[in-house]
């Protein structure tokens, strides 16, 4: 990375964090004891990693979690006299949306086992991966939609505020859920490679 041409521009996203890099190739010769893989196979192997990146098992486990963490904050604003004093729109919807969320989280779940599953086998994923991507992508999401409209405004305070609900987790996964649909290809592209790869469609 330190080689003459590279330079490298830090990309802050909407929840103002620090998570990717803008790297620019200007003229830049690449000694061959860096090559990896075979030579001009570069985007096999690019093509590869992403589709093994595309599993979102990670993401599988923390939208668990998240939600656990949603569900928690429901039961405990529903104890004591103050039923639902901080759960927006309670009564009107919250649980049957809570059981909609968590029968999504676990077909998520499964979408991210057969991939894991395949790689255990030695296979190479491909359009396996592209579902459990745009899904993940895009119930996230959802998700978080959800919690900041059952917390209300609460849900929009970020954490530092001695106001905010579940330290601002929302209000980050909001923000951060939006360019899921982007990163490691966007779900349009996801569903071109399902479209054709997994259901031999024609590109038009």
Same mark, same amino acid.
């Given at each position: 990375?330190?080689a ?13 964090e ?66 639902? %004093?901080? =759960?927006?729109?309670?009564?009107? $919807?919250?649980?049957?949306?809570? *059981?909609? /969320? ?5 077909? !998520? ?22 579902? %459990?991507? =745009?899904?993940?992508?895009?119930? $996230?999401?959802?998700?978080a939609? *959800?919690? /900041? ?5 609460? !849900?929009?305070?970020r ?46």
């Open positions: 990375m330190d003459p041409g590279i330079s490298v521009r830090p990309l802050v996203n909407m929840a103002g620090h998570v990717f890099n803008e790297i620019i190739f200007d003229n830049v010769r690449v000694p061959r004891k860096y090559l990896v893989g075979e030579e001009n196979r570069g985007w096999y192997i690019g093509m590869t990693t992403l589709d093994f990146e595309r599993s979102n098992i990670s993401s599988a486990a923390q939208q668990r979690r998240t939600l656990e963490q949603l569900v928690e904050y429901v039961k405990e604003q529903g104890s004591g006299n103050k039923k639902h %004093a901080h =759960v927006n729109g309670a009564g009107n $919807g919250v649980k049957p949306k809570l *059981a909609e /969320l968590t029968i999504e989280n676990e077909v !998520g779940r499964y979408l991210s086992y057969r991939v894991a599953s395949m790689q255990e086998r030695g296979q190479i994923p491909n359009y396996e991966s592209s579902a %459990a991507k =745009v899904y993940h992508s895009e119930y $996230g999401q959802r998700l939609g *959800a919690g /900041l409209k059952m917390m209300g405004l609460f !849900g929009q305070l954490e530092g505020s001695k106001h905010a609900r579940l330290r601002g987790r929302f209000a980050r996964t909001y923000l951060t859920s939006v360019g899921s649909t982007i990163a490691a290809g966007t779900s349009e592209i996801q569903r071109g490679i399902i479209a054709q790869r997994g259901l031999g469609l024609s590109r038009i």
